[in-house]
C-alpha cells in the first residue's frame, strides 16, 4: 500500500529494554520526522532527517536515536527506554521539491502512530 | 513560554454551531499556518494550508491569518458530528522544514 506506515501499532515494554519503531514511506520523500504526542504537550518533534544518512535533533531527542540509511526507512530506537517515555509516535514526511524546484507549499503526511507503554 | 499557544479544551459545542479554534505565536519568522485534524488513535492530516496574513475558505472550513497579531484561527460553519476530532495548528518559516505545533485543541459536536 502506497504512503506511510508504522509498526508495531502498539508496544508494551519494560523500562531498561531497547525498543525500535519503525516507520516506511513510498513516496520518496526527502524528509522524514519523528514526534511524539503527550497530553498538554502536542506534538513535539523528536528527530528529523533530511536524506539518506543525514539526522538532525528535534526539541526532544534525549533517549533515542534514529538512523537512515535507505530513504524510504527511518527506524526511531529507544536504547534504554522510562516511564517517561510512554507516549504516542508519530512518524511524517515531506518533500520540499518537484521537478527540481522548491515547492512553497509542502506539507508533512502521518503515519497512524505507535501506542508505546513503558512499565 | 512556548512558541505556539493553544487552548487544549475540551470544547464541546451543539450541531449546526459555528466553532472558532485559535493559536497565538511568537515567533515574527512564521510564514506558512496549517491546520491539521486528528481523529481518535489516528495520524494527524491537513486540513487547512496558508501563507502569509489573510483568510482562506474551503468548504464549512476558513482559516485566518492575523499576522500583525501573530494570532490564527480557524472556523467551523454548520458543524457536524463528524468534525468531532482534536484540531493542531501548526506553522514553520520561509524555508523551514520543521513545524512548531500547538497543544491541540479537542473539539465534540453533540448531535
Known amino acids: 500500500d502506497a504512503g506511510i506506515t508504522q509498526s508495531p501499532r502498539y508496544k508494551i515494554t519494560e523500562t531498561g529494554r531497547q525498543v525500535t519503531l519503525m516507520c516506511h514511506q513510498t513516496?520518496?520523500?526527502?524528509?522524514m520526522f519523528w514526534y511524539r504526542q503527550d497530553l498538554g504537550h502536542g506534538l513535539r518533534l523528536i528527530y528529523y532527517s533530511a536524506a539518506a544518512d543525514i539526522t538532525d535533533k528535534g526539541e526532544v531527542p534525549d533517549g533515542y536515536v534514529v538512523s537512515r540509511s535507505k530513504t524510504e526507512n527511518f527506524p526511531l530506537t529507544l536504547e534504554s527506554a522510562t516511564r517517561s517515555q510512554t507516549s504516542v509516535y508519530f512518524c511524517?514526511?515531506?518533500?520540499?521539491?518537484?521537478?527540481?524546484?522548491?515547492?512553497?507549499?509542502?506539507?508533512?503526511?502521518f503515519g497512524a502512530g505507535t501506542r508505546l507503554s513503558v512499565l | 513560554q512556548k512558541e505556539v499557544e493553544q487552548d487544549p479544551g475540551p470544547l464541546s459545542v451543539p450541531e449546526g454551531a459555528i466553532v472558532s479554534l485559535n493559536c497565538t505565536y511568537s515567533n515574527s519568522a512564521f510564514q506558512y499556518f496549517m491546520w491539521y485534524r486528528q481523529y481518535s488513535r489516528k495520524g494527524p492530516e491537513l486540513l487547512m494550508y496558508t501563507y502569509s496574513s489573510g483568510n482562506k475558505e474551503d468548504g464549512r472550513f476558513t482559516a485566518q491569518v492575523d499576522k500583525s497579531s501573530k494570532y490564527i484561527s480557524l472556523f467551523i460553519r454548520d458543524s457536524q458530528p463528524s468534525d468531532s476530532a482534536t484540531y493542531l495548528c501548526a506553522m514553520r518559516g520561509q524555508g523551514a522544514q520543521k513545524l512548531v505545533f500547538g497543544q491541540g485543541t479537542r473539539l465534540t459536536i453533540n448531535p
Open positions: 511524517a514526511s515531506s518533500e520540499i521539491l518537484a521537478g527540481g524546484r522548491i515547492l512553497a507549499k509542502n506539507i508533512q503526511y
Open positions: 513516496w520518496s520523500h526527502s524528509y
